[in-house]
């Protein structure tokens, strides 16, 4: 009995599973509610965070082609360089997301457990590969690829949308200047993070739609307090004592204004705060590995521990909670409206610094080497049009600043002055130095090479395989950068791993305790199977459960291991077609549905239908074999009857055979030694150790047989053995 209590804690309404057990929907704790000065901490903590959004916005300029600032454009203009771009980090850094897009792979549910969470595990496997495709996931993923690739650091949200005529769950990128962190964790996850901060300008009638109970604080905050007379907070009560007290808080702040109200475009902006308490509380861990909160007021848990199936045990565990802030003001406060215990925004790190924590991409290594690039190829465009001129004082009649425009031309007219060229030493030549473009030519060359070194993408990642080398060597350099980039790739994995977890947390919590059918389609190949979700149910002592709890069922999100992109597809029809040219007939019949299922055609599942169909229907030749087999069946029947009863007439034959010589022995005891020495004689081998009958010591005389003594029938000597067993004796 105890051992049911123990196993029956996961069906109680008031605990919670192992992803809901750091943080269960439990009464709002108001002594966990985040203070003005807590959060000015966390201001201040962020603003002493090492600086490097602006290096990071610059290194996306140089991604983006905006690569030559105003300092630079100015001090070429100075000396007559002209400006020179050859954008390289762009397209590498597109070479690498276009890997990321062939190679993505889709979500996968499998049970961690036993082998009864299968079918839930394929339902909510159909139910968040659906999600994936309505929320957008993928495209959210990639986005934040291209961030982490590039500058280190992407942003994932998960979480429900508020738009009722949309999609129920939204996953979305949000740009990294949008978010600050706690620099101080260390986990991937963000699980030990005592703080998430989302940072964003909004209007100030979509602040007040927002949060319609603060309306006048949002309007009079967003104005600046311009329309509002401060002599008014000292009318007592109401509205008016709320106001004051805002009032005052804003004139005691120390963040900056301009942080985080724009008053020239009446904007102000909100802080969506995620953080952490920690509370010391009862746990308790059922036999199958679960951990649930020990709740007082649950009969099923007073009873497990009161029976000693299990005991309670203390337990440190953070709960996750939101609040909302415009400036100094808070707005709301409460615990966090999902049932796991992670922030709704999903970090994808690149590479990180040792000591500082700060993120990094590719593009850091490359910034150097792409202004070399370009500073050799406006010095070599300066080089070929820049000629120098050694000339006497006075040699030329134009004044010096249009002799230097007129010497440049091709066509340059120079006209010089005689009286001066006539002196003794009077010089004017005009030279061009085009060994130092040859050299400018091959340092251009090596810092392209260099950008190639930096990022570890080769040419034949990019697809521009330099000619003359085998297609085993073009596979060993894309290998190659596949090595340089498995790092970050994996870092990507693991996030994108952590975005389909807490999609599929969603999802669970909102079908909990719901009965529900999912239909997993078979597209034709497989027959469609309908699986039952939260089916009530009642066990043999009247304690009622769900068939298929998805509550219950212990879960994981992994990613499948074959890519869903269309060129992999494209790629696995290129095979199967391959495979299905050079198998036998019969074995094509099996391959056809499952080949048209790699097809991207239209009426995909009635073409399969119909193929089978088809192959259901026999052909004429099947017919006539069918029919000839048909009879040759009928034959062997008869052909076995005959024989049965042939063997049943010798059967009775022998027993009549053997009954008549019984009898005879009977009558004539003596005959049988006689008839087993003639057999013997014959070649028969007996096969018992005695006779049958054995002989007599007497011989008993026979009765003498009645003799005919009607004169009317006279003995025939030609009647005896001669007419048959009809006759009989005469």
């Known amino acids: 009995r105890s051992t049911k209590l123990a196993g029956r804690i996961m069906f109680t309404t008031n605990s919670t599973t192992q992803e809901e057990f750091a943080n269960p929907t439990v009464q709002d704790n108001p002594g966990n509610q985040i203070d003005l000065a807590t959060f000015?901490?966390?201001?201040?903590?962020?603003?002493?965070?090492?600086?490097?959004?602006?290096?990071?916005d610059r290194e996306s300029d140089y991604c983006d082609g905006n690569q030559l600032d105003s300092d630079v454009m100015r001090a070429l203009r100075e000396r007559g360089m002209p400006p020179a771009i050859e954008p390289l980090i762009g397209p590498t850094i597109d070479s690498v997301l276009g890997m990321e897009v062939k190679n993505r792979t889709d979500w996968r549910v499998i049970a961690d457990g036993d082998k009864e969470g299968d079918d839930v595990a394929d339902a909510l496997n159909h139910r968040l590969n659906q999600a994936e495709r309505q929320s957008h996931a993928d495209t959210a993923c990639g986005e934040a690829y291209a961030s982490q690739i590039k500058v280190g650091i992407g942003w994932v949200e998960v979480a429900r949308e508020s738009d009722p005529f949309k999609y129920p769950y939204r996953c979305q990128s949000v740009h990294r200047n949008e978010i600050w962190w706690d620099f101080?964790?260390?986990?991937?996850?963000?699980?030990?993070?005592?703080?998430?901060?989302?940072?964003?300008?909004?209007?100030?009638?979509?602040?007040?739609?927002?949060?319609?109970?603060h309306a006048?604080?949002?309007?009079?905050?967003?104005?600046?307090?311009?329309?509002?007379?401060?002599?008014?907070?000292?009318?007592?009560?109401?509205?008016?004592?709320?106001?004051?007290?805002?009032?005052?808080?804003?004139?005691?702040?120390?963040?900056?204004?301009?942080?985080?109200?724009?008053?020239?475009?009446?904007?102000?902006?909100?802080?969506?705060?995620?953080?952490?308490?920690?509370?010391?509380?009862?746990?308790?861990k059922t036999p199958d590995g679960r951990v649930v909160e020990y709740d007082e007021d649950s009969e099923?848990?007073?009873?497990?521990?009161?029976?000693?199936?299990?005991?309670?045990?203390?337990?440190v565990v953070s709960r996750v909670r939101m609040s909302w802030w415009v400036g100094?003001?808070?707005?709301?406060?409460?615990?966090?409206?999902?049932?796991?215990?992670?922030?709704?925004?999903?970090?994808?790190?690149?590479?990180?610094?040792?000591r500082t924590g700060v993120p990094f991409g590719l593009i850091r290594g490359m910034m150097y080497l792409q202004d070399e690039v370009n500073a050799r190829i406006s010095k070599m465009q300066w080089g070929l049009a820049a000629v120098r001129t050694i000339r006497?004082?006075?040699?030329v009649l134009d004044d010096d600043e249009t002799f230097r425009q007129e010497i440049g031309r091709p066509d340059a007219d120079i006209v010089l002055d005689a009286k001066a060229m006539g002196q003794p030493g009077?010089?004017?030549?005009?030279?061009?130095?085009?060994?130092?473009?040859?050299?400018?030519?091959?340092?251009?060359v090596d810092a392209r090479e260099g950008i190639k070194r930096t990022s570890g993408v080769t040419d034949s990642f990019q697809g521009q395989a330099p000619h003359g080398i085998s297609g085993v060597a073009q596979s060993g350099l894309v290998e190659q950068s596949n090595q340089s980039l498995a790092d970050i790739n994996d870092n990507h994995k693991f996030a994108r791993q952590m975005v389909g977890e807490l999609l599929i947390s969603l999802i669970i919590e909102d079908m909990a305790g719901k009965p529900d059918v999912v239909t997993i389609e078979g597209h034709g190949v497989k027959e469609d199977r309908s699986i039952s979700l939260n089916e009530p149910a009642m066990d043999d002592d009247g304690i009622e459960y769900l068939n298929n709890d998805i509550e219950r069922t212990k879960l994981k999100v992994t990613l499948s291991d074959v890519p869903s992109s269309?060129?992999?597809?494209?790629?696995?029809?290129?095979?199967?077609?391959?495979?299905?040219?050079?198998?036998?007939?019969?074995?094509q019949k099996v391959m056809m549905p499952y080949l048209f299922a790699l097809m991207d055609v239209p009426h995909k599942q009635d073409i399969i239908q119909a193929i089978k169909e088809m192959d259901a229907k026999p052909n004429p030749e099947q017919e006539n074999a069918k029919r000839e087999l048909d009879i040759k069946e009928k034959v062997a029947d008869a052909q076995i009857g005959k024989l049965v009863t042939e063997a049943v007439t010798k059967a009775i034959e022998g027993i009549f055979s053997a009954t008549t010589a019984a009898e005879k022995i009977a009558m004539i005891p003596a005959v049988a030694p006689l008839a087993d020495k003639l057999l013997r004689s014959a070649g028969f081998q007996d096969k018992d150790a005695a006779p049958i009958v054995p002989e007599s010591e007497q011989v008993i005389p026979s009765a003498p047989m009645p003799e005919n003594t009607n004169p009317l029938t006279p003995p025939n000597p030609d009647v005896g053995m001669q007419r048959g067993i009809e006759g009989g004796l005469v």
């Open 328 to 354: 100094p003001h808070l707005l709301h406060d409460g615990p966090s409206p999902y049932k796991h215990s992670h922030f709704p925004y999903v970090p994808f790190f690149g590479k990180l610094e040792d």
């Open 566 to 587: 269309p060129s992999f597809r494209t790629q696995q029809l290129n095979v199967m077609s391959e495979a299905f040219k050079s198998a036998p007939p019969e074995y």
């Open 184 to 213: 101080h964790r260390k986990k991937p996850d963000m699980s030990d993070a005592r703080y998430l901060i989302r940072r964003r300008w909004q209007d100030r009638k979509q602040a007040v739609l927002m949060f319609p109970d």
């Open 426 to 444: 009077a010089t004017f030549k005009v030279e061009r130095d085009f060994e130092l473009n040859r050299q400018q030519y091959d340092r251009l």
């Open 216 to 284: 006048d604080l949002i309007n009079h905050t967003s104005s600046g307090w311009q329309s509002i007379d401060p002599a008014l907070f000292s009318k007592d009560g109401g509205r008016s004592t709320d106001l004051s007290m805002a009032w005052d808080i804003e004139r005691g702040w120390s963040v900056e204004e301009q942080e985080w109200r724009d008053v020239m475009h009446r904007r102000v902006c909100l802080f969506e705060v995620w953080y952490r308490v920690w509370e010391r509380v009862l746990v308790l």
């Open 300 to 315: 099923i848990h007073l009873s497990a521990v009161g029976s000693g199936a299990i005991a309670p045990e203390w337990a």
């Open 392 to 395: 006497t004082d006075g040699a």
């Open 40 to 56: 000015t901490e966390y201001l201040t903590e962020i603003r002493n965070q090492p600086s490097w959004r602006m290096r990071a």
